[in-house]
């Protein structure tokens, strides 16, 4: 087929591709472009050359078509454009060539392209998720990456081992581009392999382009007004004797013990604290290190709450948090689509009345069993945007049924929603935005007991403005309950990214008044939903974001303070909100109390018997 009529027929989306043979020439560019700094003890192998973009295809309803690329590295790249949104998101892609050479157990590849787009959204950035994968039944995948392109070209790379043998032919790229309407370029996409024995970690990856605020000193000084002004409170102490009178000169001292604020992890069930082992020791340690609170998860499926071991799995975990003295999340009661729920309710789609009591039976016997453990939140509707299958059918007025009936069955815990797409992809999905707020306040107006808005804050290589994080915050908090963050990860390869950015999210998230805790979705690569987001690698040495953390809650975000009272017998300082332990005389004769620190302030009496 002629280039130029091949070009036509991408441009319209009609292009079937076959197996390319690349000219020698696109074979060369492809070793060109292999990162200088790479120290190979054997020469690269092309796995897959998108040197010429004639040889991608667009399915589904993209169109593509060849560009110039001006002051690249590559000539031209492959424009693809999505009218609009399909679900399911693959229903708009772009496909590689396919590989070139075959791939053995063990072969290392590393791959890199470089892309940039707009999206019909405030920011304009874009949404992709790519594949590398055998691109037929079983569809097995060999890396996955989440992309959210700017309007200026960026170079990712990819790594991956390869967990079977390969014949050539039988593995390629796809992007899925149907997240959004949107405009992408992809250019110079190249994917090698590097052989057996190579660290991938030792391999070049991608580096976010992110300015961090914190090293702005006006922005910083603000968020330190801001977490001074509604994190800490004055606190006005007295020693007295034991004859009721001042004490005058009395070593004391104070160390915040428990913040007020929510600092949490999620534990899942079943779950490392519960297990033997070095791993399973140093998870509990830095459970208990860092957070005040956790989040164990049980879904209603039929393999969740509905499965005898599952739920003494989870309860199990709850037991062991309570032991802990840690306020506890319950993730989730409802969550209200078919693919979430027992098998045994999607019969009852056209019998509504048998519907509604099906789940109220669900949220009864869930909130009962809750009750022995320190639960102080319920997530009880997740995701209510996308998984509305039941809405549909019930109508809100049954929701806010839901909420009057958990209420009524354990009056304790927080009854909350989750949701996610709030604060995430660049905090610009007004859509999300708009329809959640009308949620809630939907929820409020028909007189639900609904305690706190929940966002998930599943984070990547598309960096939340803090400012935009601030803003959409602020639009929440009109609404008059507590915000939560519940589901944090940030899933990056790019490490001092990771921890500049979290330092910014925690910042800005933790100066905010109406946020009440925020919640990690894991902390060990060993046991976590997304890898590239832990904070602790597998051998537990600290990623930079760590090091953040660690900073942040054990020496930025504490009291620790030696005072001495004065003729009066009394002193004052100012500090966090929260439990105090207090420690009044010298070394081993000091007599402890603990007291709490809540706002605006308080005074403490401390007598010595």
């Given at each position: 087929m002629h280039p130029r009529l091949f070009r036509n027929l991408l441009a319209m989306g009609l292009a079937c591709i076959c197996l390319p043979v690349l000219p020698k020439a696109h074979s060369d560019v492809s070793m060109?472009?292999?990162p200088e700094e790479l120290d190979l003890p054997r020469p690269a192998?092309?796995?897959?050359?998108?040197?010429?973009?004639?040889?991608?295809?667009?399915?589904g309803s993209a169109g593509a078509k060849v560009l110039q690329a001006e002051a690249m590295p590559f000539e031209e790249a492959v424009r693809v454009k999505v009218p609009h949104p399909t679900d399911p998101v693959w229903g708009a892609t772009l496909t590689s060539p396919r590989s070139e050479t075959p791939i053995a157990t063990g072969d290392v590849l590393l791959g890199s392209f470089w892309i940039r787009g707009c999206a019909e959204t405030e920011s304009g950035s874009g949404q992709v998720t790519a594949y590398l994968q055998r691109p037929e039944p079983s569809w097995h995948g060999l890396q996955n990456l989440a992309i959210n392109q700017g309007a200026h070209w960026q170079r990712r790379f990819f790594r991956a081992v390869a967990d079977r043998d390969f014949d050539a032919g039988t593995v390629n790229l796809v992007f899925h581009l149907g997240s959004l309407a949107q405009t992408v370029d992809i250019g110079g996409l190249m994917v090698w392999n590097l052989g057996p024995g190579i660290d991938p970690a030792s391999l070049p990856s991608t580096r976010i382009d992110y300015a961090p605020m914190h090293l702005d000193p006006a922005w910083l000084a603000r968020m330190q007004e801001r977490i001074d002004r509604h994190r800490m409170g004055e606190v006005r102490l007295t020693v007295r004797n034991a004859a009721g009178e001042p004490l005058a000169d009395a070593a004391v001292q104070v160390e915040l013990v428990r913040h007020a604020f929510g600092f949490g992890t999620f534990i899942e069930g079943p779950s490392p604290v519960l297990e033997s082992g070095l791993d399973a020791e140093r998870f509990r340690e830095t459970v208990l290190r860092y957070f005040n609170r956790v989040t164990s998860a049980v879904y209603p499926a039929d393999w969740g709450w509905q499965s005898e071991a599952t739920r003494a799995a989870y309860l199990a975990a709850l037991k062991w948090a309570t032991e802990h003295g840690l306020d506890i999340r319950a993730h989730t009661v409802i969550w209200p689509s078919w693919q979430w729920s027992p098998s045994a309710w999607r019969p009852l789609a056209d019998d509504p009345p048998a519907l509604q009591s099906q789940v109220l039976a669900q949220i009864e016997e869930v909130l009962a069993a809750l009750k022995p453990f320190r639960i102080d939140q319920v997530d009880l509707v997740n995701e209510p945007r996308v998984n509305n299958d039941f809405e549909t059918i019930l109508g809100r007025d049954a929701i806010a049924e839901w909420f009057a009936a958990a209420a009524e069955i354990h009056s304790g815990p927080v009854l909350a929603v989750n949701e996610y797409g709030i604060l995430s992809a660049?905090?610009?999905?007004?859509?999300?935005?708009?329809?959640?707020?009308?949620?809630?306040?939907?929820?409020?107006?028909?007189?639900?007991?609904?305690?706190?808005?929940?966002?998930?804050?599943?984070?990547?290589?598309?960096?939340?403005?803090p400012g935009q994080v601030e803003a959409v915050l602020d639009r929440f908090a009109t609404l008059g309950l507590p915000l939560q963050i519940t589901e944090l990860t940030l899933k990056t390869t790019d490490e001092q990214y990771q921890a500049d950015y979290l330092r910014d999210f925690l910042t800005v998230v933790f100066a905010h008044p109406a946020v009440a805790s925020i919640t990690f979705w894991g902390?060990?690569?060993?046991?976590?939903?997304?890898?590239?987001s832990a904070l602790w690698r597998r051998d537990w040495s600290p990623k930079p974001a760590a090091e953040v953390l660690d900073h942040l809650l054990t020496e930025e975000w504490t009291t620790r303070?030696?005072?001495?009272?004065?003729?009066?017998?009394?002193?004052?300082?100012?500090?966090?909100?929260?439990?105090?332990?207090?420690?009044?005389?010298?070394?081993?004769d000091a007599i402890a109390f603990e007291r709490n620190l809540a706002p605006p302030g308080t005074e403490w009496i401390l007598e010595l018997d």
């Open positions: 060109r472009w292999l192998l092309v796995l897959i050359s998108g040197a010429a973009p004639e040889f991608f295809q667009a399915g660049g905090a610009i999905l007004t859509a999300n935005h708009d329809h959640y707020a009308g949620f809630v306040q939907d929820l409020l107006d028909r007189g639900a007991p609904l305690g706190a808005i929940g966002f998930q804050c599943h984070l990547d290589e598309n960096p939340s403005p902390f060990w690569e060993g046991r976590i939903w997304l890898e590239d303070l030696s005072l001495r009272t004065g003729e009066d017998g009394t002193a004052r300082f100012r500090g966090f909100h929260g439990r105090y332990r207090i420690a009044v005389g010298e070394d081993q």
